[in-house]
């Protein structure tokens, strides 16, 4: 493409919902993809028992936007589905987020409504009216006893960090429930795409408008695209500010090494994700992806989850040292005419998929909102 309009790096949720929205009106969009496949995270694929898998972890969608969800159904036929986790504790079998049944299969009581479960609550918590760290956020809601259980172990193997450690935001967002909905989200649509993840990207940069690269690093030829409109990063910020600024100081992320095995039998477990908060293993979890969309096969695949320093990075690491680092590349970025962050890794932020779907949507909608309402006409 020798004309380029947009110039998008990464193929992920933002870079790909940016690259339609751009070629619907007409521009020329070209996408640099280091690796050699789209969807970013979402990737997935037949393995060899003939099963769907993620190749990154399982990923769910939810959201109550009205608008990503109309934006996602118009590429994919979608089925409902509600996401629940289980965990192994002192040899039990919980349901996670923490409800009414976890409470009493823990803790052999037996509460059996909302009022009695927030009345054990209150009595366990440690009241902290401003949690200054993750930590402080769980005892503040749950008391000492979970924390131990369910919180501080989990966390330091997804982290290397223990909870207190961590921003309070980081564990504020993992719910806690005082009644016997064992669903992992509660948002009003639930649904994973029928046919996978990757299909529905195919679609979604299905435009003659739109060129996609792949299996090539931005940095090695960023000199060949010196002219475009409109430049989107979807990668780590320090890694675009290296090169240009000598700041060498590194943010944090944390990686996770996938761990696929085959099983002979028609299930291993009785979930499709079983979360292991204890120190007994060391990893997170186990996903079955037979589980999900009923899957037929003779065997099954199965994944444990190790979190990890050193690979791909997934999850910025929130704390006061990386949160002051990037307020310097935010800074930097800032600074820049037609070049636009976007998504977690360039905003050092944590995304759930429907807000990487509307971060990038509503980018479109702002900086193209003075010309014709292109954005409402579009979607």
């Known amino acids: 493409m020798k004309n380029i309009d947009i110039l998008i790096i990464g193929a992920g949720i933002s870079g790909c919902v940016l690259a339609e929205r751009y070629a619907a009106i007409g521009k020329k969009v070209l996408i640099i993809e280091k690796r050699n496949h789209i969807a970013g995270n979402c990737y997935d694929y037949i393995d ?7 190749k990154y972890g ?3 969608f939810h959201t109550n936007e009205e608008s990503v969800w109309k934006y996602v159904n118009k590429f994919s036929d979608w089925y409902p589905w509600e996401h629940k986790v289980i965990a192994r504790v002192d040899n039990k079998t919980v349901p996670i987020p923490v409800n009414i049944t976890t409470v009493n299969e823990l803790f052999d009581i037996n509460i059996t409504n909302e009022e009695e479960m927030k009345i054990w609550l209150e009595e366990n918590r440690m009241p902290i009216e401003k949690p200054s760290n993750g930590e402080e956020a769980v005892l503040n809601r749950v008391g000492t006893v979970l924390y131990e259980k369910m919180f501080k172990h989990y966390t330091k193997k997804q982290w290397d960090k223990y909870p207190a450690e961590l921003d309070a935001s980081v564990l504020e967002r993992i719910p806690v429930r005082t009644n016997y909905d064992d669903r992992y989200f509660s948002d009003t649509y639930q649904a994973l795409p029928k046919g996978g993840y990757t299909q529905l990207f195919e679609k979604i940069l299905d435009h003659p408008n739109i060129e996609v690269v792949l299996e090539t690093d931005y940095f090695d030829i960023k000199d060949q695209y010196t002219t475009y409109e409109k430049l989107f990063y979807t990668g780590p910020v320090d890694r675009f500010f290296e090169f240009t600024h000598g700041f060498l100081e590194k943010l944090e992320y944390r990686s996770i090494n996938f761990v696929s095995e085959t099983v002979d039998a028609e299930f291993f477990q009785e979930n499709s994700v079983v979360n292991y ?3 007994e293993v060391g990893f997170t979890r186990i996903i079955e992806y037979k589980h999900f969309g009923n899957q037929k096969s003779e065997k099954t695949t199965v994944v444990k989850e190790f979190t990890v320093d050193e690979g791909e990075p997934y999850y910025p690491v929130p704390n006061p040292r990386n949160q002051e680092v990037y307020a310097y590349y935010k800074t930097e970025a800032d600074k820049l005419v037609d070049v636009h962050f976007v998504g977690r890794l360039a905003n050092y932020k944590y995304f ?3 807000q990487a779907f509307k971060n990038a949507l509503d980018l479109f909608n702002q900086l193209e909102k003075d010309k014709k309402n292109i ?4 979607v």
């Not at 060899?48 to 993620?54: E, T």
């Open 48 to 54: 060899g028992n003939g099963i769907l898998v993620s």
């Open 277 to 279: 908060p204890g120190t």
């Open 352 to 354: 759930n998929m429907d």
């Open 58 to 60: 399982a990923h769910l």
């Open 375 to 378: 954005y409402k006409t579009a």
